[in-house]
């Protein structure tokens, strides 16, 4: 049967972008739909432009830590304009460059919302196209949940977009981009309280970096606040918000951000038309491959909540396109020692099994700590330290979890998990020569475990 593509793409973020030129790359006709912007939530309103705000935010604390090097700093303010706007310029920028990688690869860009009305035809607007293949890579959404006072709420969406930049803000949830705004708005000069329903955000990571993260970021005046959720928000005369807890107190605040998770977004994608089937948690099944119940109809990202990770996304998107159509490759996406950071202040990077993890799949673990002031501050007169952790399967001796929570985590896990991907010991950790003076040597230089599991 003749269709117009063989593979018709319906959203152009990471996974949509990367699947779209590997597989024109390699020979298939391939036209992609977007109805928001090129380069998805990552490049938009995700991590590009939250790591810009993140580098603003600093700013602040370097003035501070400057006198102790002999900088005389004069009077300074932060201007938010000049940072919201300047930041829209470079993801204007990127979504050129988005456009002409897309265009470079011979891949039709459509611009609209795209359904599903059959497993190979969808249409845009008043056009219908039909595909051998259709690949669902439409990502997420934030989900805000229904309270009375949503509609002044908020999310990661809007908070690029911000007319004004808050005195006082409260950021509600226990995730990453939570956490991470806690930070920048306190380091552009908000007061700022982070609200979390449980006992200690960051779920999922390591206990010993959840901690030493929310020390740290109470030194630097985030006002955390758990085992508390928000049960209404109520706009006052003056155009602040009454936000009121669940445990009886209020808060009054200029802005309330929702960080409370995010959703697949496939409100009126078409599945309904479709074999494919969701999870409970509303997320597209798919097998190894990434298709899903119906042959014709694959998924990659965040659509399908394995794992929210913008590499992640690329990876599947590339496996996807090799498994379809080279004859030589068929690469599959390894889940396993994924490195994440958070942006968060300080920065937090993880590669591997956290402790209780790792005291849940192996036999015995030997646990390596340090928590020190970084050579920077014995001069910054800041009160910030460095905390960093590997977790070792005795049996083994293979370094299973390495963990860090200090300026630049990112950068130094980065080289790290690729030791530890390829199986790293703790023999060859201790047998590499360090980089002197520098936070990343601790690493290589902790001989004693402080406890076995």
């Known amino acids: 049967m003749f269709y117009d593509y063989d593979l018709f793409v319906i959203g152009a973020g990471s996974g949509g972008v990367r699947a779209s030129r590997i597989a024109a790359g390699l020979g298939a006709k391939v036209a992609v739909a977007e109805d928001l912007f090129l380069g998805g939530t990552c490049v938009n309103v995700g991590c590009v432009p939250k790591k810009l705000l993140v580098y603003g935010s600093h700013f602040s604390e370097e003035f501070e830590a400057a006198a102790g090097f002999g900088w005389t700093i004069g009077s300074s303010s932060f201007h938010w304009p000049t940072l919201r706007d300047n930041k829209t310029k470079e993801i204007e920028r990127l979504n050129g460059v988005y456009q002409n990688l897309l265009e470079s690869a011979g891949v039709d860009i459509i611009n609209g919302r795209a359904t599903i009305i059959d497993p190979h035809t ?27 006072g949503r509609e002044h709420i908020i999310s990661s969406n809007e908070v690029f977009y911000l007319e004004e930049f808050p005195k006082r803000v409260a950021v509600v949830g226990g995730g990453y981009i939570a956490v991470e705004f806690a ?32 020390s740290e970021m109470i030194k ?8 508390r959720s928000v049960s209404a928000i109520e706009k006052q005369v003056d155009g602040s918000l009454l936000v009121r807890l669940t445990d009886g107190s209020t808060l009054e605040v200029d802005t309330i951000m929702y960080a409370t998770g995010r959703k697949p977004k496939i409100e009126h ?16 099944q798919v097998n190894d491959n990434f298709q ?3 042959p014709s109809i ?136 360090g980089i002197h003076s520098t936070v990343a040597e601790e690493f290589v230089t902790m001989r004693e475990p402080a406890y076995i599991l």
């Open 269 to 284: 994608l078409g599945l309904e038309n479709t074999a494919v089937k969701l999870t409970h948690k509303g997320s597209i």
């Open 122 to 148: 969808i249409a845009v607007g008043d056009r219908q196209f039909t595909a051998e293949r259709i690949l669902v890579a439409v990502g997420g959404w934030p989900a805000i949940p229904d309270i009375p």
């Open 183 to 214: 930070g920048i708005f306190q380091g552009l000069g908000s007061d700022t309280h982070l609200l979390y329903r449980g006992d200690l955000f960051l779920r999922g990571f390591d206990r010993d970096v959840r901690e030493f993260t929310a």
């Open 292 to 294: 899903t119940a119906e």
């Open 298 to 433: 694959y998924a990659v990202g965040d659509v399908i909540d394995r794992m929210q990770l913008t590499p992640v996304a690329l990876a599947e998107g590339m496996a996807l396109a090799q498994h379809l159509y080279s004859d030589t490759v068929d690469y599959k996406v390894d889940y396993g020692f994924v490195a994440t950071a958070v942006f968060c202040q300080p920065n937090i990077g993880t590669v591997g099994y956290s402790e209780e993890r790792a005291k849940e799949k192996f036999d015995t673990v030997a646990v390596y700590k340090s928590n020190f002031k970084p050579m920077k501050h014995t001069l910054s007169d800041l009160d910030e330290r460095t905390f960093v952790k590997l977790l070792v399967d005795q049996n083994t001796d293979r370094v299973i979890g390495c963990h860090m929570v200090g300026a630049d985590a990112g950068e130094i896990i980065q080289g790290l998990a690729i030791a530890i991907k390829a199986g790293a010991t703790k023999a060859d950790f201790d047998s590499t020569i």
């Open 220 to 227: 630097k005046g985030v006002n955390l606040h758990f085992n």
